[in-house]
């Protein structure tokens, strides 16, 4: 079945570094990539959506400048949190479909851990 | 705007019983689909289920069935006979839109589950 990547899978560092994580689509091409946000206990928040190609769609309350989003190719799109600090640590995970059939659901990647000391 | 609202923080059931989680969703959309996940505390995601909006048989996947009642606004997951992997929160999601690849996912609060011995 569809495979989506996620790198790495938990990032330890200090405040005020930069962070990229990376979400790939394995065997399929995805025009649209999503990443969210999740905190302990609680659910997924929708973060931006990212397009092929076109700049990123972000959820309200989202800072563009704090979450730079790339979707460079079609199987690939980056999340870089930048000057990251300790409110900046969650749960990050992206999704991707691979068609536009109705009932073909987002499949996700693992996910990353990011802890800012 | 779109909700979807799970009202069971928490639920407990005993291993080899069947146990029902509540879901249910607002939206003015006639074209919808709805998804549940499962989150183990590893974090992937993993898809376990959907039923379309336009769809007159419930959906069944294995031990997993959903009671889809349109009328209510309902679209609860039953699992039967569970076993100790079904530990694990679950959500329930909805997309809008028919044959949208871009449909972004909206999340309930989820439920834990937990299955006793």
């Known amino acids: 079945g569809a495979v989506v990547s996620q790198h790495p899978s938990r990032v330890i560092c200090k405040s005020g570094t930069s962070v990229k994580i990376e979400c790939r689509s394995l065997?399929?091409?995805?025009?649209?990539m999503f990443w969210y946000r999740q905190f302990p206990k609680q659910s997924l928040m929708l973060m931006a959506t990212?397009?092929?190609?076109?700049?990123?769609?972000?959820e309200q309350g989202v800072e563009k400048d704090k979450f730079l989003i790339n979707h460079a190719s079609l199987t690939l799109s980056t999340l870089t949190v930048t000057s990251a600090h300790p409110e900046d640590s969650s749960f990050y995970i992206c999704?991707?479909?691979?068609?536009?059939?109705?009932?073909?659901?987002?499949?996700f990647g693992d996910g990353t851990r990011l802890s800012i000391l | 705007a779109q909700k979807i609202t799970q009202t069971q923080p928490g639920m407990f059931v005993q291993e080899k019983e069947a146990v029902t989680l509540d879901c249910t969703y607002d939206?003015?959309?006639?074209?919808?689909?709805l998804f549940w996940y499962k989150q183990p505390s590893s974090g992937e995601m993993i898809f376990l289920i959907y039923?379309?909006?336009?769809?007159?048989q419930n959906a069944t996947e294995g031990r997993y069935s959903l009671n889809f009642q349109k009328a209510r606004k309902s679209a609860n997951l039953v699992i039967s006979a569970s076993q100790l992997g079904d530990s694990a929160m679950y959500f329930c999601?909805?997309?809008?839109?028919?044959?949208?690849?871009?449909?972004?996912?909206?999340f309930g609060q989820g439920t834990e589950l937990s299955v006793k011995p």
């Open positions: 990212s397009n092929e190609g076109s700049k990123a769609t972000y």
């Open positions: 999601a909805m997309r809008e839109g028919r044959g949208n690849q871009g449909g972004k996912l909206i």
């Open positions: 939206t003015s959309d006639q074209s919808y689909g």
């Open positions: 065997d399929f091409q995805a025009t649209t």
């Open positions: 999704s991707a479909s691979s068609t536009g059939r109705d009932n073909q659901p987002q499949h």
């Open positions: 039923q379309g909006s336009y769809d007159e």
